[in-house]
């Protein structure tokens, strides 16, 4: 727990135990460690992390401070070396597969779909863990199908091929595939990374739609802080492998924590969303 | 659900009655044009041998209602009861050609299946039987048994499959850690091929009979020679149960190939269908080697062929392989019983046959929406046109086809017509064999 942290995680971590507690949280991990095959010893330590019940949380850090690392683990993709996750208070590994992903979906940084897949079918493909091995699609499904293509407002594109869109067009399509899971819980791993101002800024309005419409918890990792502290309720700073802060970004985001961990001196200016101006790194 | 009236008008398929979408035209067209060869490779063969017939005879005998009709036929063919009495032209056509031709329609669309889904599951273009180690599990046990365990010799098709699903089995245990990957599987089933494969070399020079080397080259090449109903009761069982369920499956392999992460992400348990679906096709194809041997390339070259027709969607690639396997087969199988010319006529015609359905299809695309008109079918229609008129006019240069009295095993000819075309598929698909 915070309180016996003795390896000074960052300046609010206290907080992070206290003012959350697991009953606001969807999604809640504890003395989590995670490792990778290749790794020496953990790549995460982290003794306390909560997504707060229907609100956006950033992960926000620089690379390989983690933040990956932490999703996979959330998302049961990656098993961790010691800790408990808690998706709506119950253990994750007592969720069955299918009913896992009907409770909490997951993209992934990079995905990959056959070029000649239409954008439809992909989305169709987000209605498998409500269907069995012979299940065939029901009136449910087309209308989850219809509202993710809605939310993610890729209509236009549903005839095309997934191999002729561009960048930003295929995250959207992949996104309307995990809307169509219909998640109470949702991880998005870098949505915005590599995609140009304006498919950056239409993925993170379908974020926020969904969290104003649908009450859905979203926990998202970004790469732009400036991004995070404006989309977010929360943001959690990670810095090698720990929790530094976490808190609304009016807090989290400070001088401080441009210099501790991201090794930028930069301006914040509280207006009153945090503008951050970098000025160099150090 | 709502949907039960709508599910009840249409049984094909899982998806059909909701998604009419999926069985498209270019699907129904490569079926249809796909029977058709296999009908007019399938009536040649009937036609041909010491008992020669007029194509009209053939498809007299072949379509007989009242032998179609006959229960007591059937028994014999598929329950190995006493053959009735028949006329000779009947016997000839219904009970020395024809198993063959059956027996090859169903080793060509259980290999296409077999590598349809390996390379679904392992997510790479190169998977099949022959990548996987099947083929040399197989062979290895036909050789073991030839060579060193005769008194098994009667259990030979049996010995085959098991040696395929062992040598998969083993490749598996090697692929794993903690989880297998496409690309894990591919260097294990390398690894376990080289070594079965030396191993068969080995038992090569053991034995010292010719008749036994001549039988174990026989199976290790793939031949359809001399294959009898009772061939077509042992693969029948397994086709009936792997080609179902591969269909069945399909819908799994599309989201298999969005890769492990995404495919657990929507609640996949992605260790256990990928090996369930890799038994399904260990089944299918260990069922075609128990039959005829490891015919090669078919498995590799069906599911890129089909591809280039129905796109990525493993639902339609799945059906197009069930036709798609047993057409190519047929036409081998020509090449393999009657000879050079007779293949080459067989070319011809499915060549010719294959430009004039697909111009047909483009132009109906192209009516209804002149956006879909692809260049692959251009490709298509210029390329089947091509060879088709090639093969007609060598043959006509060279005074008409004849047909030979020497016969090669089934599985040269796929090779010879499966490596020149991986070729063109490698010089046309930069991305082919990515890892």
Redesign the interface.
């Given at each position: 727990m915070a309180t016996h942290d003795t390896d000074g995680t960052g300046p609010d971590s206290e907080r992070t135990a206290t003012e959350a507690s697991a009953r606001d949280s969807a999604l809640s991990a504890t003395d989590l460690a995670v490792s990778y095959p290749s790794s020496d010893g953990p790549v995460v330590t982290v003794d306390r992390i909560d997504i707060p019940e229907g609100e956006i949380t950033a992960l926000v850090g620089p690379n390989g401070s983690g933040k990956s690392t932490i999703i996979k683990a959330l998302a049961d993709q990656l098993a961790p070396d010691r800790g408990e996750i808690l998706l709506e208070g119950e253990r994750l590994g007592s969720y069955g597969d299918k009913e896992l992903a009907r409770e909490l979906g997951h993209l992934s940084q990079e995905n990959d779909a056959p070029a000649s897949i239409s954008v439809e079918d992909l989305v169709f493909h987000g209605r498998y863990p409500y269907r069995g091995f012979f299940g065939a699609v029901d009136a449910d499904d087309r209308d989850a199908v219809e509202r993710a293509i809605d939310l993610a407002g890729v209509d236009h594109l549903r005839e095309e091929n997934v191999g002729n869109l561009s960048g930003g067009q295929k995250q959207l399509a992949f996104i309307a595939m995990v809307l169509a899971q219909e998640t109470d819980v949702l991880l998005l791993d870098e949505p915005t990374t590599y995609l140009d101002l304006h498919h950056q800024l239409r993925v993170m309005e379908t974020v926020q739609r969904l969290n104003d419409e649908r009450d859905v918890t979203v926990a998202v990792v970004l790469h732009d802080i400036a991004q995070a502290a404006r989309f977010a309720d929360y943001l959690v700073a990670l810095d090698d492998g720990e929790v530094y802060d976490w808190g609304p970004p009016a807090d989290v985001v400070t001088e401080a924590l441009l210099r501790d961990v991201f090794d930028v001196e930069a301006a914040v200016n509280y207006t009153p969303e945090p503008e951050i101006t970098p000025k160099r790194s150090l | 659900?709502?949907?039960d009236e709508v599910?009840t008008a249409d049984q094909a398929g899982?998806?059909t009655?909701?998604?009419p979408g999926?069985i498209d035209l270019p699907l129904v067209t490569l079926a249809v044009l796909s029977g058709i060869v296999t009908l007019l490779a399938a009536l040649l063969q009937v036609s041909y041998g010491p008992f020669e017939l007029t194509f009209w005879e053939a498809w007299e005998t072949v379509f007989d209602p009242e032998l179609l009709s006959n229960p007591a036929v059937w028994e014999a063919f598929l329950l190995g009861a006493d053959l009735p009495d028949l006329p000779p032209r009947t016997i000839v056509v219904w009970n020395i050609r024809m198993p063959r031709v059956a027996v090859g329609l169903l080793v060509g669309a259980n290999l296409g299946v077999a590598g349809t889904i390996f390379q679904a599951v392992t997510r790479n273009d190169l998977a099949s039987p022959q990548t996987l180690g099947v083929n040399a599990g197989a062979g290895l046990a036909v050789l073991l048994t030839l060579v060193v365990y005769t008194e098994l010799t009667h259990l030979l098709p049996v010995v085959a499959a098991l040696g395929g699903t062992v040598a998969f089995l083993l490749v598996y245990a090697i692929a794993w850690n903690?989880g297998t990957s496409p690309v894990r599987l591919i260097l294990a089933g390398i690894i376990v091929a080289t070594v079965f494969n030396s191993l068969q070399t080995a038992l090569f020079f053991v034995a010292d009979d010719l008749g036994v080397v001549q039988t174990a080259l026989a199976w290790t090449t793939g031949s359809l020679t001399g294959v009898d109903w009772e061939e077509f009761r042992i693969i029948l069982p397994m086709s009936l149960l792997g080609i179902p369920l591969a269909v069945?499956g399909a819908r799994?392999l599309?989201?298999l190939?969005?890769?492990e992460?995404?495919a657990?992400?929507?609640?996949?348990?992605v260790e256990r269908m990928r090996f369930g679906l890799s038994a399904v096709a260990i089944v299918t194809a260990s069922s075609a080697i128990a039959v005829a041997g490891i015919v090669g390339f078919v498995g590799l070259i069906v599911p890129h062929l089909v591809r280039t027709i129905v796109?990525?969607?493993y639902r339609r690639v799945i059906l197009g392989s069930i036709f798609v396997g047993p057409a190519l087969l047929a036409v081998a199988d020509v090449g393999s019983r009657l000879g050079a010319e007779m293949f080459l006529y067989m070319v011809g015609v499915a060549g010719l046959t294959t430009a004039g359905l697909f111009s047909l299809v483009s132009i109906a695309m192209y009516a209804v929406d002149s956006d879909r008109l692809d260049a692959r079918y251009r490709r298509l229609v210029a390329g089947a046109g091509g060879v088709g008129l090639l093969a007609f006019a060598y043959l006509t240069l060279t005074g008409g086809p004849s047909v030979s009295d020497t016969q090669v095993p089934v599985g040269i000819v796929t090779g010879l017509i499966g490596g020149p075309y991986f070729l063109y598929l490698m010089r046309r698909r930069t991305q082919l064999g990515d890892l």
């Open positions: - | 659900m709502g949907t599910a899982t998806d009655a909701d998604r999926w903690g069945a799994h599309n989201v190939v969005l890769g992460g995404t657990k992400s929507l609640g996949m348990n796109g990525d969607d």
